[in-house]
């Protein structure tokens, strides 16, 4: 394997790996100001494109946050075509995100250090 290859291949698993990480807080996230619909949530994600994911990942992440009490869902009627399903954060939800936002600098900090200077002092 030629070592370039390798390293399209990792540059691409890389921004997948951080994704899977953190797409549930960016959720949560997006429903913290008023509740949306998935689409919606796809869109706003592509608005950053690393962000960038599909009906295939948001609509399981939205079931299981619905399970974990993180979102409510409410059926509304849309202009057009069938009644959507809107997602919105609950207390618990904001509780998750609050404690990914207070967590978030530190841990980002921390990978930084390692990235930076392996062997220096932390800053």
Not at 53 to 82: A, F
Request: proline share 8%; glycine share 8%; charged share 20%.
């Amino acid at each position: 394997m030629v070592p370039g290859n390798a390293m399209n291949e990792a540059g691409g698993r890389v921004p997948s790996q951080l994704r899977k990480g953190v797409l549930e807080y960016c959720v949560l996230a997006l429903l913290r100001d008023e509740p949306k619909y998935g689409v919606e949530l796809l869109t706003e994600l592509a608005a950053v494109s690393v962000m960038t994911t599909s009906q295939g990942t948001i609509y399981p992440l939205l079931s299981r946050l619905r399970r974990e009490g993180l979102v409510d869902t409410e059926l509304r009627e849309s202009p057009s075509g069938p009644p959507r399903r809107y997602y919105a954060l609950t207390a618990l939800g904001r509780t998750a995100l609050a404690e990914f936002a207070g967590a978030w600098p530190h841990f980002r900090n921390a990978v930084d250090h390692f990235l930076n200077d392996p062997q220096g002092d932390p800053a």
